[in-house]
């Protein structure tokens, strides 16, 4: 796996053409699609947080135990592979039972993203 510093833009991959995504706010690399949402309901470092079941173009950073708002959690910083900014973390391990829900899943932060709907107008 790449480091968090590493230069990865070539693994940047587009492969949702037609499909509603939400891209890095940076350098506009496809993040996740809008169909993997799970819950707006979510805070992040800088403000609210999307929690999703899967994302793409990342990379993560180191495992470290953080308090967060519900409690301790394992977690990995997400960066985008364009440009290295952080988009948010990725849940490895929750201590709480009624938390154990999101392990395994992305909490993306909305500052850091695009959303694009990939509308079509009918001419």
């Given at each position: 796996?790449?480091?968090?510093?590493?230069?990865?833009?070539?693994?940047?991959?587009?492969?949702?053409?037609?499909?509603?995504?939400?891209?890095?706010?940076?350098?506009?690399?496809?993040?996740?699609?809008?169909d993997e949402l799970i819950s707006k309901s979510f805070s992040g470092r800088e403000g609210r947080g999307y929690l999703m079941h899967s994302a793409v173009n990342v990379k993560l950073g180191k495992k470290e135990d953080r308090p967060l708002l519900?409690?301790?959690?394992?977690?990995a910083d997400v960066f985008c592979v364009g440009c290295n900014d952080r988009l948010?973390?990725?849940?490895?391990?929750?201590?709480?039972?009624?938390?154990?829900?999101?392990?395994?899943?992305?909490?993306?932060?909305?500052?850091k993203l695009v959303k694009d709907n990939a509308w079509k107008l009918d001419e």
């Open positions: 796996m790449a480091s968090s510093t590493s230069d990865t833009k070539t693994q940047v991959i587009s492969t949702y053409h037609d499909h509603a995504t939400f891209s890095c706010a940076q350098c506009s690399a496809v993040v996740a699609l809008q519900t409690g301790v959690h394992t977690v948010g973390w990725y849940y490895h391990k929750a201590s709480d039972y009624s938390q154990k829900y999101k392990e395994g899943k992305y909490l993306l932060e909305r500052e």
